[in-house]
């Protein structure tokens, strides 16, 4: 599983997602940092990355846009360094592996992870 991290994460998360096992870039070293949240999701779709990201605004893209990929996993806390919540991503990222193969929004928090399966239906 290949993840691209959101400039709002720390770059240590890198070596923290490679050690579990998964392939990890930092948008950072690939490209513009001031990149709209668009250009972001169009270059994880065409590499086949998963988002990784604090960034609600992934997941209101996906739900406007009714896509079906890239996948994206947001974290939803005030800590969001690899020391506090690097295990709960990794267990995420295992346990919801087959959805984000296929196209989801998972979102973890301090307590849990849950998945949402792509294209987000809109309640009207």
């Not at 690939?30 to 169009?42: E, L, Q, Y």
């Not at 295992?94 to 296929?102: D, I, K, P, V």
């Amino acid at each position: 599983m290949k993840i691209l991290l959101d400039m709002n994460l720390s770059p240590d998360w890198v070596p923290v997602l490679e050690n579990a096992g998964f392939e990890a870039v930092h948008w950072s070293t690939i490209g513009n940092p001031s990149a709209i949240d668009k250009v972001i999701m169009t270059w994880a779709l065409t590499n086949d990355y998963i988002v990784f990201t604090h960034d609600l605004d992934f997941g209101t893209l996906l739900a406007m846009t009714q896509a079906n990929a890239p996948s994206v996993i947001q974290v939803r806390s005030q800590d969001i360094l690899p020391a506090k919540l690097g295990n709960l991503v990794i267990n995420a990222l295992r346990q919801f592996q087959q959805e984000l193969a296929m196209g989801a929004l998972v979102t973890v928090d301090e307590v849990k992870a849950k998945v949402r399966i792509l294209p987000i239906q809109r309640n009207f």
